[in-house]
């Protein structure tokens, strides 16, 4: 077997707590390779690279942009596949990020984290570290996924939540269940995917990210020169209010009149492609949004970064392909 390739990038996997202070080992040491080794002895040869060493709170464009290039510059013949350690704060946005730019790969390429780090009660580290080590071992899958107590496709993973630091599944609950409740075969995953991005990207290009709630006042969003687009995360009916009876201010469609007259577009994600849409569903399309259909809020932000950013391929194709399975499709 091949080497496994480690990139290292902080989060709390390359932590260790000092005076109940959790913060990334300064001399980023490999720990979850050495307690592998411990564990279950040199079968496996590591190369190790320590590529950031940041809390994954404090990622960003120049962390993606790092990712991006080092994993550009890796000669796939040499390694059976490649372990990526994250954070796991931002360990969905990322892997949204990787799993589209990185579709075509051909070798696995699994984005693991930890919730403690490695050594301390309780740390599922070295298990998602094993988990995939054992994946690659088999050499079943090819490409990017995320692993975190269980493989999920990287396009889909809904961030933890705050109470039991679980993470969700945009769409079907399960990788794992293939056919069934993924809507993704194993045949679908292991079919080659045609490379659409080989150059490094620069972030310049933001995106400005508005969730919605009741009683939203969209006067509060001034899109600037750097704005390059905005991305509405609507009501899971993908709705969002109209009403302009108690103010054009609070009504979405008022807003992305305001953004067009500025020649920025407004993207609501979410949207289902079947009918029949609510009236005001109607109204937001007809007030010249554009909809990104069933792919989950994080993966069209990171999806409309990627668009904005790179320079091989239209913006309107980007956006208009369905890049690695961010769009969760029905039958
Ligand atoms: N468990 C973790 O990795 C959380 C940490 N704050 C991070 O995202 O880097």
């Given at each position: 077997m091949k080497k496994i390739l480690v990139l290292f990038t902080g989060g709390t996997i390359g932590s260790i707590t000092t005076d109940g202070i959790i913060d990334v080992e300064r001399e980023g040491k490999y720990a979850v390779v050495e307690a592998y080794k411990s564990a279950y002895g040199d079968d496996v040869e590591f190369e190790c690279r320590q590529i950031l060493n940041i809390?994954?709170?404090?990622?960003?464009f120049s962390g993606w942009e790092k990712m991006i290039h080092e994993i550009n510059s890796i000669?796939?013949?040499?390694?059976s596949g490649v372990i990526l350690t994250h954070g796991s704060d931002t360990l969905a946005y990322t892997s949204a990020l990787l799993g589209m730019y990185f579709r075509h790969f051909d070798i696995p390429l699994f984005i693991i984290a930890s919730n403690k780090p490695i050594g301390e009660k309780g740390s599922n580290g070295l298990f998602n570290f094993t988990s995939a080590v054992g994946l690659i071992k088999e050499g079943k899958y090819k490409g990017v996924f995320t692993l975190y107590e269980r493989v999920m496709l990287p396009t889909r993973v809904i961030p933890a939540d705050t109470c039991r630091d679980r993470f969700g599944v945009y769409g079907?609950?399960?990788?794992?269940?293939?056919?069934?409740?993924?809507?993704?075969?194993e045949n679908m995953l292991s079919r080659p995917r045609e490379r659409i991005f080989h150059n490094d990207v620069k972030f310049g290009k933001r995106i400005l990210f508005i969730e919605g709630y009741p009683a939203m006042d969209f006067g509060c969003f001034m899109p600037n020169e750097d704005t390059a687009a905005v991305l509405y995360s609507p009501y899971h009916s993908a709705t969002a209010c109209t009403d302009v009876s108690k103010g054009k201010s609070y009504a979405l469609t008022e807003f992305i009149k305001r953004c067009i007259t500025k020649n920025i577009m407004v993207y609501i994600c979410?949207?289902?492609?079947?009918?029949?849409?609510y009236s005001t569903v109607a109204e937001i399309i007809k007030a010249g949004s554009i909809p990104i259909y069933t792919t989950s809020a994080v993966a069209a932000y990171m999806k409309l970064l990627l668009a904005y950013n790179?320079?091989?391929?239209p913006v309107k194709e980007v956006m208009g392909k369905?890049?690695?399975?961010e769009e969760v499709k029905f039958s």
């Open positions: 809390l994954s709170e404090n990622m960003g000669d796939t013949a040499l390694y079907y609950d399960g990788f794992n269940d293939f056919s069934v409740f993924s809507g993704v075969s979410g949207l289902k492609r079947k009918v029949p849409i790179q320079e091989e391929m369905d890049l690695f399975f």
